[in-house]
């Protein structure tokens, strides 16, 4: 168990369409990640906030936005859905910026766009 | 580039086979190194990671893997399986000060009863 929680488990868009994804982070982490694993490939970063503020962005569209909560939980929301954006979402908190802490993850939230 | 390499991408063993997975990655500067396995429908879980000090660092369950600065590589090793660590496997490496982790594609490990 590592305290993170991610909502919904699984869920089904039509292309086009926007969708929001959640993450409940481990008590007292004020850092939160995402990233997208596609079937058969490993986890890609998206962004990470930190204190509220996005502080790093990985090779995803402007359309993949986020939003970070002062109780640390935050928000995936991706907007004009495409069929490529179907994948597990994952959200990973850790204690601090930069090196020297774990990154612990949620079980995911499967996105599948039809 | 960053990238991380596992050339494994799917291993089968018998139950009580040793157990080696390559990943090797593409960076200069000082890393550090990550395992996690993934078992069926479950969440990412961390065996092991090293930051610096004994390059021979000790996971969970048994796992153990060794970082080998000169060849860019941080292979993971168990000596006898188990049915149970059949899962998905990935090598991750965040560079120092960094944000985020670069995941290699991931090795899927089958283990025969």
């Known amino acids: 168990e590592t305290g993170v929680t991610q909502s919904p488990t699984h869920l089904i868009k039509t292309r086009g369409q926007q969708v929001t994804l959640r993450c409940s982070s481990q008590?007292?982490?004020?850092?939160v990640s995402w990233y997208q694993q596609a079937l058969g490939q490993g986890p890609q970063f998206i962004f990470q906030?930190?204190?509220?503020?996005?502080?790093g962005r990985g090779n995803f569209p402007p359309r993949f936005s986020g939003l970070q909560f002062p109780n640390y939980s935050s928000e995936l929301n991706v907007n004009a859905l495409e069929l490529d954006d179907s994948a597990l979402y994952l959200c990973?908190?850790?204690?601090?910026?930069?090196?020297?802490?774990?990154?612990?993850f949620g079980e995911g939230s499967w996105l599948t766009v039809v | 580039a960053q990238s991380v390499s596992q050339h494994n991408h799917h291993v089968i063993l018998s139950e009580a086979a040793s157990l080696e997975l390559g990943c090797n990655y593409s960076?200069?500067?000082?890393?550090?190194l990550f395992w996690y396995v993934q078992y069926p429908g479950q969440h990412l879980q961390l065996l092991l990671k090293?930051?610096?000090?004994?390059?021979l660092v000790k996971g969970i369950k048994g796992f153990e893997a060794e970082f080998i600065k000169s060849k860019f590589s941080f292979n993971l090793r168990k000596p006898s399986v188990q049915w149970s660590d059949t899962a998905e496997y990935f090598c991750?490496?965040?560079?120092?000060?960094?944000?985020?982790?670069?995941f290699g594609t991931g090795t899927r490990l089958t283990v025969i009863p």
């Open positions: 990973a908190s850790s204690l601090v910026q930069g090196s020297g802490n774990t990154i612990y």
């Open positions: 008590s007292g982490h004020n850092t």
């Open positions: 906030y930190y204190r509220e503020e996005e502080n």
């Open positions: 960076y200069g500067g000082t890393v550090n």
């Open positions: 090293y930051f610096s000090g004994d390059p």
């Open positions: 991750a490496v965040r560079l120092t000060g960094a944000n985020n982790l670069f």
